[in-house]
């Protein structure tokens, strides 16, 4: 039974500002800027004209929810008006799945939510964060927001993380390090960390730093050199782990993400959490848990759909950096993102943002196979054919 009060995004927003006054800090207007993860949107397009978009900018799950799911949330409608109402056993499923316990869960309205504690809990009284540049930016956010610092580590000539480098950084900061920041596959490139140098970065980093591990794109991979970081929370490292619903499930819209941890971080992370989390999602994301059919179906319609536009892109001359996540990073041959963004924008292709300094390259979400053909003419449209990739630098 959850007998707290759902929670709205603005009562979210100053929930955390509040956690934050309570620290003697303010919150940086840019914390909480409009965007995804919070406070209000910017004005968007209309419904009809958000409806007309592919839309490929911001690696959601363009398939939406499986049956199972739908039917789950659309049989607890009913408990709409409700504060406590049995809410599925969520925290249990989620136990189960990972062989933990109830007290290594915590519950966030999404991912996002579980990132931006983790940094609350770890980065005030000026601790940094250790991450890779380019990468997700909900952390780094979080800690300009409370005046914390971020480490920065650029990624390798080949987009991977150079996880020696960021090691490197947190045994010369040990004493001002607050967290370790991995992302597995990254964002925006969508490559893994391979097992070997994640066990390598959670066994060389000082004992006690907390790490935190983003696996929102973890139910897309397919590398066998990748591998979950939950056994090392088994282990009992001081190891958080960050999954979502948001991307195999399809409930980006409906907020629901968790972290796995001791329970002692858990503990500690609670105190930061405002757990906005609805009554249909919870359900959902029970029925996502159980529903390993749809998901492996899920994942073999995304990364169907992915190979073949790569191997398109790549036959017409424009490397894309290897992916296990449902988005790509394709190479612009030498031309800069932004004004190929609002070319795209013009066709009705809504494309990812520029992440510098990657800023010849594009990111992609991989939508439905209809969305991808109306990218893949506008990339025709745009872009001339070169000879083949294999002669081409990613
Ligand atoms: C790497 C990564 N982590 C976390 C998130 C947050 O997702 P959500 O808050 O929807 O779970 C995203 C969203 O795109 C992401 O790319």
Request: positive net charge; proline residues 7%; charged residues 20%.
């Amino acid at each position: 039974m959850d007998l707290r009060q759902p929670v709205s995004r603005r009562r979210f927003v100053g929930g955390v500002a509040t956690v934050l006054g309570a620290l003697g800090l303010r919150p940086d207007a840019s914390l909480f800027a409009q965007g995804r993860q919070g406070g209000a949107r910017r004005a968007g397009p209309s419904i009809e004209e958000y409806d007309a978009f592919a839309k490929l900018a911001n690696n959601e799950n363009n398939y939406g929810p499986p049956k199972s799911v739908m039917d789950a949330m659309t049989s607890v409608w009913r408990y709409a008006n409700r504060y406590g109402y049995p809410d599925g056993g969520i925290v249990q499923a989620i136990a189960e799945h990972h062989g933990v316990k109830p007290e290594n869960v915590l519950l966030g309205a999404g991912s996002g939510e579980i990132l931006q504690v983790v940094g609350l809990t770890y980065l005030h009284g000026n601790k940094k964060v250790i991450g890779c540049d380019p990468t997700y930016a909900t952390v780094y956010q979080t800690a300009s927001g409370i005046k914390a610092e971020a480490i920065k580590i650029p990624l390798n000539k080949d987009y991977s993380q150079n996880i020696p480098a960021m090691i490197e950084a947190a045994n010369k900061n040990a004493s001002s390090v607050g967290l370790f920041y991995l992302v597995n596959p990254n964002n925006p490139t969508g490559m893994i960390i391979p097992a070997k140098d994640v066990d390598l970065a959670v066994k060389s980093v000082p004992k006690d730093m907390p790490i935190l591990i983003d696996e929102a794109y973890h139910h897309f991979v397919e590398s066998p050199a990748y591998a979950t970081s939950v056994p090392y929370v088994l282990e009992g490292r001081p190891v958080i782990v960050a999954r979502t619903f948001s991307k195999i499930a399809a409930l980006a819209g409906m907020r629901l993400g968790y972290a796995i941890a001791p329970a002692e971080v858990i503990q500690k992370m609670r105190a930061y959490s405002i757990s906005s989390i609805n009554a249909l999602v919870k359900h959902g994301g029970v029925a996502s848990l159980k529903d390993t059919a749809g998901q492996a179906e899920m994942k073999a319609k995304i990364n169907g759909t992915k190979k073949k536009y790569v191997q398109m892109l790549e036959a017409y001359g424009y490397p894309v950096i290897p992916s296990d996540a449902n988005f790509f990073m394709v190479s612009l041959g030498g031309r800069e993102v932004q004004p190929v963004i609002e070319e795209f924008r013009a066709k009705g292709v809504l494309v990812g943002r520029p992440f510098p300094p990657m800023t010849q390259h594009l990111r992609v979400s991989v939508g439905l196979p209809e969305e991808m053909d109306r990218f893949m003419k506008g990339f025709k449209e745009i872009f001339s054919q070169k000879a083949s990739t294999s002669a081409n630098q990613r």
